[in-house]
């Protein structure tokens, strides 16, 4: 058994481990759409939770973060959240990108897995690509 100081769900810390340079993962409010041929790591088990903010500092406690992108959708519908979002992968020294929720989603059918929350709040996925910790 892990030590209680990191990630206990067993998939979503396989998805971690098994990750690459450049390999990416979504971390997504309830609604995303997951393309079937992508892996689902599905945490949602009521509306609100675990709440998508909670997922996020998880996997970034772990997941070493290159590159960062979001819906340009949020700035306007979810600014409190996108500002939330940017807060967190700021303090881990990686900005955000943004691209229309279309190109968004399209993006989504080449991550490794999408993590989804209970998150109800417009538009808060992101999407992460995998760093080096070298």
Known sequence: ??????????QLSRVISECG????????DAGLPIPSSV???DLAYRAGTPSFLDVLETVLAEFVVEK????????????EMLQAITQRLVE?????????????KQKTH????????????????????????F
């Open 1 to 10: 058994m892990r030590r209680n100081n990191g990630t206990l769900h067993p």
């Open 21 to 28: 340079h450049t390999d990416s993962i979504v971390v997504a």
């Open 39 to 41: 892996e689902r790591i």
């Open 68 to 79: 960062a992108i979001v819906s340009l959708e949020m700035v306007e519908d979810s600014p």
């Open 92 to 104: 881990v020294g990686v900005s955000v990108e943004f691209v229309p929720h279309t190109e968004f």
């Open 110 to 133: 080449q991550a490794r897995a999408v993590v989804r929350s209970g998150e109800f709040t417009p538009y808060s996925n992101v999407l992460l690509y995998s760093g080096v910790p």
